[in-house]
């Protein structure tokens, strides 16, 4: 698939709409832009569009289904991942005999400065042909361009609570560096459990809460855990 056949429409972050070919648009470009296409809300809708706030950002990134929002949580906690935009292009080309146009739902800049184009679909959804065709096609269009391109369906909920959990502690201000820093520094190189990680910045008087001082280092990717099993005093927490 040639790229430079491809058109792309987009909207600067001066709020400019743009249109060019998928082989010259920047995906820094795209991922500082505003939403080329809006969510809509209806009275009977069967999706839930809304507003996420993003600590990555510091801003609101808009997202069309609660599977959407699912993804919007993981990335936000990734630390690999510097710049979230939802619906980030529009996409169209041929396709065969045929046209086609498609509005990727995510694209991320990752810590290498890397574009990554996201959509997400309910694993029910994939084994629809015209869905398989459609998501086939922007792989191959993004492959072109030398992004990398996924399909997302969906995570293990505890993964997901333990996420929204960490998150009360991702807002900037809420725990200083300098005592996150400092809870790092006192969990041993073998690891620890969060009640004793607690306990000894406890004594050593970091800070009045130590817990939410773990979790601001746990979010910040600093610390690490099984987010698989129910995070508690249990939980074992290693340096990342």
Excluded at 90 to 100: K, N, V
């Amino acid at each position: 698939m040639d790229a430079g056949a491809l058109r792309v429409r987009y909207i600067t972050s001066e709020g400019q709409e743009q249109e060019t070919s998928l082989a010259s648009v920047d995906g820094r470009c795209l991922a500082e832009g505003s939403p080329v296409r809006i969510p809509p809300s209806y009275v009977g809708q069967s999706n839930y569009p809304g507003l996420f706030w993003s600590a990555t950002n510091g801003g609101h990134v808009w997202y069309e289904s609660l599977l959407e929002l699912t993804w919007l949580w993981l990335a936000d906690f990734d630390p690999r991942v510097r710049r979230i935009t939802a619906q980030p292009f529009e996409l169209a080309g041929r396709d065969g005999e045929r046209d086609r146009t498609r509005f990727p739902d995510f694209l991320v800049i990752d810590e290498h400065d890397e574009t990554r184009v996201i959509d997400v679909k309910p694993e029910r959804m994939l084994d629809k042909p015209e869905v398989r065709a459609s998501l086939n096609w922007t792989g191959h269009a993004i492959g072109a361009r030398g992004w990398r391109y996924e399909v997302w369906s969906g995570a293990h909920p505890t993964t997901l609570r333990n996420v929204r959990l960490l998150a009360v502690a991702r807002r900037p201000g809420i725990v200083p560096t300098s005592v996150v820093d400092s809870v790092v520094a006192a969990c041993p190189a073998t690891g620890t459990t969060l009640g004793e990680l607690e306990r000894s910045a406890r004594a050593a008087a970091m800070i009045g809460n130590p817990r939410i001082a773990v979790f601001a280092a746990l979010w910040r990717g600093e610390l690490t855990c099984d987010l698989r099993a129910p995070i508690d005093a249990r939980t074992l927490v290693r340096a990342a």
